[in-house]
């Protein structure tokens, strides 16, 4: 499961040509920002779970104590 934070790839990469996208915004609304030119696009929850591919790193990981 996705969460704020997370690095996410998505089906087609941005037009700079990376995919890695980072969530960082979770509601209605999922607002992903493009992690290499900061270009943030926003989409619903059901798009967004038919346009990312998997998840490329958690954020708890790293963070969690
Ligand atoms: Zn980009």
Redesign the pocket.
Known sequence: MYDLGDIVEMKKP???Q?NRWEIIRMGADIKIK?V??G?IVMMTRRDFEKKMKKILEKKADSTQA
Do not use: D, E, Q, R
Request: proline share 0%; glycine share 0%.
């Open positions: 941005h037009a700079c990376t493009c290499n030119c270009h």
